[in-house]
């Protein structure tokens, strides 16, 4: 036996070489490709292992213990090393699912097989070696009333398209034999596709020479995983309840072996990692394996996004790896996607053991860049720093599930992007939210919905849809636009626990209503200063371009106090910066305080601002 199962050669017709027979594929040993499976199976986890001792024992405790240019390269070729057993990780898995799902799908044929030579027997039809089927006589003629004779049926794998030959055999065991030679041919022909489908796969798993694990190792890689993938649709990715509630997914996962969930780990990282209700702990696993494969397939394209995203993505690659600061809180990575403008979910803090749960929705022209891999990423670090001081069962995130809109000039474009993308971007959230309600441990977490600029209108639409955002007590509402709706209470968790932030120099928090018309447009035209000239024209009116200024009276939610923040026209410049320092604790400790406060679960010690 040759090829991947030794069911058939490569080359000649259609890639194969030497014909099967279905006595052949009736002797495969589909255990043996298992037993073999389950070993590569066991290199893999034995990597992985490695992995993880040189990442957090090894690396960490010489980070915390030893310092100078000796120590730093130390750690260098640690993390060489680990990449190294990440790689062997990856690949070594994909074998075990190639070898699992080739024996899967071997093992369907030999039922099919094995139908087709029971029915044979039981009618006492002889099956030959070449496949074809001989009968016995039966019946009686119209003339002479004797048997009709016996005769032969030959095999046809794809019986459906062969043409009817116009004749019909009068033995009523020819309709029988044929049958049963279609089946096994198409047993036989299908078996020797699979075989030399797994035989080019199989041949691409293969290392480089060297120690060297770089972006072209994982560029390979990740065509690798896509080709596993692929073949390994009908083994494994089916089982994944994509359209299942987040509590059902955590079910599903609970109820696996530890065999089917290293599989799918090592197989669609990009799913099982991207999942709402799977664990914390098993997302940020698969998401550290997925980002690897994700830069390898980035860094194999050339285009300005894929240069944009990769960027993006090393940067966070550099704070996962990063040794972490005493009493900084731990990372871990809850989503990573390259579709769209990109996809980013980053917590500091396990959001399954923390008792306070915070998820913040970036806004407009957010988008999987260094900008935000640095910027925004710090947002949430600054805010699980925070609250952690106060209840360090906290956990606060970053959370960029959707496509903010994008346009380089800022302001007129926020004034006059559409509802969509909040809308689209509401949905996303309220899943993730209530994902991360069935995965917490505690009985009833706190948790929170911080949105920053359009954010805050992602954040708002979520709350229209269903009875609200699953699982969340608090919203936290910074540099709004408006949500959506006209008062603190439609938001669905009680104006008392409405907060908002709005900085007197953030022009994005003035900005005009869209009745307000011709003014509003003069304004727009003018650049960002002539957003303020129209809500200095109008005194005393609370719309925005979303709605009612969540930080006017009308609106009823509890504004706290923030700084003021740059002016917005400066000394030869006008500046936009009052719209960012929120969370920053050194520029704006007001906001940023008052932000941990609700976050941690206690959003009644917050000072209150007047409303507008």
């Known amino acids: 036996m ?54 957090t024992r090894v690396v960490n405790g010489l980070g915390r213990t030893q310092k100078g240019e000796a120590a730093l390269a130390a750690v260098g070729r640690l993390r060489r090393l680990s990449e190294n057993f990440q790689y062997v990780y990856t690949e070594c898995g994909l074998l075990r699912t190639t070898l699992n799902s080739l024996a899967h799908e071997l093992r369907a044929q030999q039922r099919v097989l094995q139908g087709a030579l029971d029915d044979a027997a039981a009618l006492k039809f002889t099956v030959h070696p070449d496949g074809s089927v001989t009968y016995p006589a039966a019946g009686e003629g119209l003339v002479d009333g004797k048997p009709l004779a016996g005769g032969r049926a030959s095999g046809v794998p794809n019986p459906g398209l062969a043409g009817p030959s ?12 044929q049958d049963i030679a279609d089946r096994v041919a198409r047993a036989v022909r299908t078996a ?11 041949r691409a798993l293969k290392a480089e020479g060297g120690l060297g694990v770089g972006a072209a190792t994982w560029t390979d890689a990740a065509g690798d995983a896509a080709a596993v993938r692929e073949a390994a649709n009908g083994y ?25 969930r290293e599989e799918y780990l090592a197989v669609y990282p990009d799913l099982i990692g991207n999942l709402d209700g799977i664990p914390a702990l098993v997302r940020d696993a698969a998401n550290r394996d997925n980002l690897q ?18 960027a993006a993505l090393r940067e966070i690659d550099r704070q996962l790896r990063a040794v972490p600061k005493p009493g900084e ?13 990109g996809r980013a979910i980053v917590s500091y803090g396990n959001p399954d053991t923390s008792r306070n749960v915070a998820a913040y929705v970036p806004g407009l022209n957010t988008s999987l860049d260094e900008e935000f891999a640095k910027g925004d990423l710090k947002r949430a670090r600054d805010t699980a720093a925070a609250a952690r001081e106060i209840d360090h069962s906290t956990a606060a995130m970053v959370w960029l599930g959707y496509d903010a809109p994008q346009s380089p000039d800022g302001l007129s474009s926020l004034a006059v992007a559409g509802t969509g993308r909040a809308e689209t971007g509401g949905h996303a959230f309220r899943g993730f939210m209530a994902g991360l309600e069935a995965s917490n441990d505690h009985d009833d977490p706190h948790m929170t919905a911080i949105g920053h600029s359009y954010g805050s209108r992602t954040v708002g639409a979520a709350t229209q849809q269903g009875e609200g955002i699953p699982g969340v007590d608090d919203i936290v509402l910074v540099g709004s636009p408006g949500v959506g709706v006209d008062r603190a209470e439609d938001l669905k968790v009680g104006k008392e626990h409405v907060f908002v932030g709005a900085a007197d120099n953030d022009v994005v928090t003035r900005l005009p209503s869209k009745e307000q018309g011709l003014l509003a447009a003069a304004g727009r035209a003018l650049g960002p200063a002539g957003a303020l000239m129209v809500d200095v024209a109008h005194p005393g009116d609370d719309d925005l371009w979303f709605g009612r200024d969540p930080a006017s009276e009308g609106f009823g939610a509890r504004r706290f106090a923030v700084d003021p923040g740059p002016p917005l026209i400066g000394p030869g410049r006008l500046s936009l910066d009052a719209h960012s320092q929120y969370f920053d604790p ?27």
């Open 2 to 55: 040759s090829g991947v199962g030794g069911v058939s050669g490569a080359g000649g017709e259609g890639g194969l070489g030497v014909a099967l027979t279905w006595a052949q594929l009736r002797e495969v040993k589909c255990g043996e490709l298992e037993e073999a499976a389950e070993g590569w199976g066991r290199v893999s986890n034995r990597a992985d292992a490695a992995r993880d001792r040189i990442d």
């Open 166 to 177: 116009g004749l019909v055999a009068p033995n009523p065991n020819a309709a029988p034999a």
């Open 192 to 202: 020797a596709d699979v075989d030399w489908r797994y035989a080019r796969i199989l």
């Open 236 to 260: 494994l990715e089916r089982g994944i309840p994509t359209d299942a509630s987040p509590a059902e997914r955590k079910a599903w996962w609970a109820g696996l072996t530890d065999g089917q």
């Open 293 to 310: 494969l994700l830069m390898g397939e980035l860094a194999g394209r050339e285009d300005a996004d894929a240069a944009t995203k990769l």
């Open 329 to 341: 809180p731990p990372m871990y990575l809850l989503g990573i996607g390259g579709e769209g403008n």
């Open 586 to 612: 050194r520029l704006d400790s007001a906001s940023a305080g008052s932000i941990a406060l609700v976050v941690a679960g206690q959003g009644q010690r917050v000072r209150q601002e007047a409303a507008r």
